[in-house]
């Protein structure tokens, strides 16, 4: 007969309680849980503080429009380490939209500001909502960092990339905002 530790005599007795087993798969879980934090919810931000206040009474599973507008101040990326301790600041400000429409060098929202009243209308430019940096105008020509831009291009060019990837639909559930699909 073979001797065994008391660790594998002890180990071999607590497989066999299942239902000691399912509270330890459920510390582990917890735990796997508590390490990933950031990097598992919909809001990475630090203290998850991604949030529009005209939405938080919402009920969860409404429906809405968001504009990302890029912050203009430079946001640093973290590391994995960082982000699972502290979460990475956004490089947009998302802004609730019912609807809006472009003109020129401008995109006009009607900006979501509660149920009772009316959209608020404004206006951004949309150099400053894709690059986040403000255009300097000399005349007829618009320069961004010193760079000449070719502007009936440029402005169809920035339209259709604020159409694709910075006006999104989502979701509201259960007090986390989840991206649904890229208007």
């Known amino acids: 007969m073979a001797d065994i530790t008391t660790t594998q005599r002890a180990w071999s ?3 066999r309680n299942k239902l000691a087993l399912a509270g330890l798969a459920f510390i582990a879980f917890t735990i796997v849980l508590a390490v990933l934090g950031y990097l ?3 809001d990475s931000t630090p203290n998850a503080n991604n949030m529009a206040i005209q939405l938080s009474t919402k009920k969860p599973g409404t429906k809405y429009t968001v504009l990302c507008i890029r912050n203009a101040d430079h946001i640093d990326t973290v590391n994995i380490i960082q982000k699972m301790l502290f979460g990475q600041p956004s490089f947009y400000r998302e802004v609730p939209i019912t609807g809006y429409h472009f003109k020129k060098d401008s995109i006009y929202i009607d900006e979501y500001i509660g149920d009772e009243d ?3 209308l404004k206006a951004y ?3 400053e909502v894709v690059t986040g940096i403000k255009p300097v105008y000399r005349g007829n020509k618009v320069y961004l960092k ?3 831009l070719n502007t009936p291009v440029e402005y169809a060019y ?3 990339q604020i159409k694709a990837n910075q006006i999104k639909r989502k979701v509201s559930c ?3 905002i989840y991206t649904v699909a890229i208007c």
């Open 118 to 120: 009316k959209p608020e």
């Open 174 to 176: 259960w007090d986390q």
């Open 40 to 42: 598992i919810m919909p």
């Open 125 to 127: 430019n949309i150099f």
């Open 13 to 15: 007795i607590f497989k």
């Open 146 to 148: 010193n760079k000449l």
């Open 158 to 160: 920035l339209q259709n």
